[in-house]
């Protein structure tokens, strides 16, 4: 190809035309000039009043803030006239890739790169993706009705209760959904380009209950001193910590998190929160578990007309599993810190990011720390990353020893996600 290789990887032997390739640099997020005027007063106003009891309004905040001076400014820029190259180059690339189904295009699964594949690599590499036995198994029927049946039961019950109001009763009942879509992300940094399946459970028949238990149960995780809630705090936090000698940076990551999170489990631990949990819901134990697990167990996706169905885990996609995952992970740390402490090893640092951890202990103990943390449930197993050279990567960030203490320097995100 003649074009920025940074931005776009072709895998095919395919002579890409100009115009294709000048339409796909242009990146997922180009969009032509919309003239109508947002009222930012009044969606700045509508916002506050949604955010100002929420205990993370800040965030929420700069976060919205940040959003919108970069739409301010994008706005400010010159515009190119809707009849002039680009929309004609985009036309022309649509037409294309209609002419060639051969060809897909898609996203890196990391970084800002944009991946053609041969249409029967990509349908190869899911199918032997979806083949595994252990993690994955084909349906007979798909169960959406089935499960917009039970959800609307249980919505109707929590109306009659008044666990609700009738606006949030007309908000989460559904009617048309569809089954969730898996698909998935090259790995173009690694050998054979394997796929990362992603799943996308919007207009599925859990997605919007799963996101009102998931704001229900986020009231009482990432409480604790080991959580990180984004980068910014992280390097804050462990920006300028003394170390001694004899003790190294390493990280821990669980083995795909949410295909292995057992349900059973992880229902236990949300039980014995509960008394945390009832001071955000009126909705009774017996039903708020039920729904739980309800979502939980609906762990199907449909991939060219089959229906699959994950044989362990919890569903992939589903807004109420990260915070699943994090009740999981926050007892899992509080026992294997317990444990270690009772064989005298007390960790100098350790710091969480959903199941990124980022550890600072004596060389000689990282082994059982290790084997520690592996011992806690037999599907819930961590790789170990050691440092090297008193430097590691955790996050978006490079963290170094040096003269004993801990220095941090931001990583420049490149397009290709190395």
């Known amino acids: 190809m003649n074009g920025e290789s940074n931005w776009i990887e072709n895998t095919t032997t395919v002579e890409i035309p100009d115009y294709l390739e000048r339409t796909l640099m242009l990146g997922p997020n180009f969009n032509v000039e919309n003239n109508r005027n947002l009222p930012y007063i009044e969606l700045v106003a509508s916002i506050e009043k949604s955010i100002q009891n929420k205990e993370n309004a800040d965030e929420i905040r700069s976060d919205v803030s940040n959003a919108m001076i970069n739409h301010i400014n994008y706005h400010r820029q010159p515009r190119h006239h809707p009849e002039e190259w680009i929309q004609q180059d985009v036309i022309k690339s649509r037409k294309y890739l209609k002419e060639n189904p051969n060809l897909v295009i898609t996203r890196a699964d990391k970084g800002s790169k944009t991946v053609i594949m041969e249409t029967e690599e990509y349908h190869g590499k899911m199918k032997t993706l979806l083949d595994d036995e252990n993690t994955y198994k084909k349906l007979r029927t798909n169960p959406t009705n089935k499960i917009v049946k039970k959800i609307n039961g249980i919505i109707d019950e929590w109306r009659r209760k008044e666990y609700i109001d009738f606006r949030t009763q007309r908000r989460l009942k559904e009617s048309s959904c569809n089954p969730p879509r898996i698909y998935g992300l090259p790995k173009v940094h690694k050998e054979n380009r394997p796929l990362r399946p992603v799943v996308s459970t919007i207009g599925s028949a859990t997605y919007n209950i799963a996101g009102y238990l998931s704001d229900i149960i986020g009231n009482v995780v990432g409480k604790t001193d080991f959580h990180v809630r984004n980068s910014f705090d992280f390097a804050n936090e462990i920006t300028g910590v003394q170390t001694e000698e004899g003790e190294e940076l390493f990280s821990l990551d669980v083995v795909s998190l949410y295909t292995n999170v057992p349900v059973d489990y992880a229902l236990m631990c949300l039980e014995e929160r509960w008394t945390e949990l009832e001071t955000h819901t009126k909705i009774d134990k017996e039903s708020f578990m039920k729904t739980v697990k309800v979502v939980l ?49 007390r960790m100098r640092v350790y710091k969480r990011y959903v199941d990124d951890c980022m550890c600072v202990a004596r060389r000689e103990h990282i082994q059982t720390i290790v084997d520690t943390f592996n011992n806690f449930h037999d599907r819930l197993q961590f790789t170990v990353e050691h440092e090297v050279g008193g430097k590691m990567k955790f996050l978006d960030m490079m963290l170094e020893r040096a003269e004993n203490k801990i220095t941090t320097s931001w990583l420049p995100k490149q397009p290709d996600g190395r």
Request: net charge negative; proline share 6%.
């Open 297 to 345: 167990e609906s762990t199907f996706f449909v991939y060219q007309g089959t229906i699959y169905g994950q044989t362990y885990g919890v569903p992939m996609g589903s807004p109420l599993s990260p915070v699943i995952a994090n009740v999981v992970m926050e007892k899992l740390e509080q026992e294997c810190i317990k444990n270690l402490e009772a064989k005298q090893i």
